[in-house]
């Protein structure tokens, strides 16, 4: 069961992450790898929403920001897609 101070826990991981990131790499796009699926977040989820269209999903208990996923079977698809950018996997 998630309780709010673990959500809190997870978005501040996750972003924390991204903000490295974006840091380091400030024009690529950020993906992070889960399980089954691909995550971005802010600025990267909404450029990628419209590139690719996917719709944005608010934030979850499981996610607590605004994000798109995207399964891992259709990884090849997108990325044909989005040739033209620098992207970072986050495994």
């Given at each position: 069961?998630?309780?709010?101070?673990?959500?809190?826990?997870?978005?501040?991981f996750i972003s924390h992450v991204y903000v490295s990131l974006r840091?380091?790499?400030?024009?690529?796009?950020?993906?992070?790898?889960?399980?089954?699926?691909?995550?971005?977040?802010?600025?990267?989820?909404?450029?990628?929403?419209?590139?690719?269209?996917?719709?944005?999903?608010?934030?979850?208990?499981?996610?607590?920001?605004?994000?798109?996923?995207?399964?891992?079977?259709?990884?090849?698809?997108?990325?044909?897609?989005?040739?033209?950018?620098?992207?970072?996997i986050v495994f």
């Amino acid at each position: 069961m998630f309780t709010e101070n673990t959500q809190q826990t997870i978005k501040e991981f996750i972003s924390h992450v991204y903000v490295s990131l974006r840091t380091e790499y400030p024009d690529t796009i950020i993906i992070l790898q889960m399980p089954s699926a691909y995550l971005s977040i802010r600025e990267d989820a909404h450029l990628l929403s419209r590139t690719l269209s996917i719709p944005l999903r608010q934030p979850t208990v499981r996610i607590p920001l605004i994000h798109i996923v995207f399964p891992s079977d259709a990884f090849d698809d997108y990325m044909d897609k989005l040739e033209f950018k620098k992207i970072i996997i986050v495994f």
